[in-house]
């Protein structure tokens, strides 16, 4: 019986700080790209819906452009690039570099 009540207890604590760590969103954005060389640049898009600096990382068009691809209904995607271990980034004065795994 000891057991059971220590079970229960502990799993109301683990439950109530579950619930207590948790943030809900209510809302989900849709981010469409216009498609490259019309309209607004890839980076413009972000801002639009996400603020001044949208992206954690390099934001110039060799890292971050618009698409298309005939595979993706309506043809106009994003493109993300990573990088290799050669590729360096400059954020807040510090340069960065993508780990080769």
Do not use: C, W
Not at 45 to 54: C, L, V
């Amino acid at each position: 019986m000891r057991k059971s009540i220590q079970s229960v207890v502990t799993g109301l604590a683990l439950v109530s700080a579950l619930a207590a760590g948790t943030t809900v969103f209510a809302a989900t954005v849709t981010v469409n790209s216009d498609g490259p060389n019309n309209g607004k640049t890839a980076l413009q898009i972000f801002q639009q819906y996400f603020g001044s600096d949208p992206i954690d990382g390099p934001t110039d068009a060799g890292h971050l452009y618009e698409s298309t691809s005939t595979q993706i209904s309506g043809g106009n995607v994003f493109v993300f690039k990573a990088g290799d271990a050669s590729d360096t980034a400059v954020l807040d004065g510090k340069q960065y570099r993508q780990a080769a795994h």
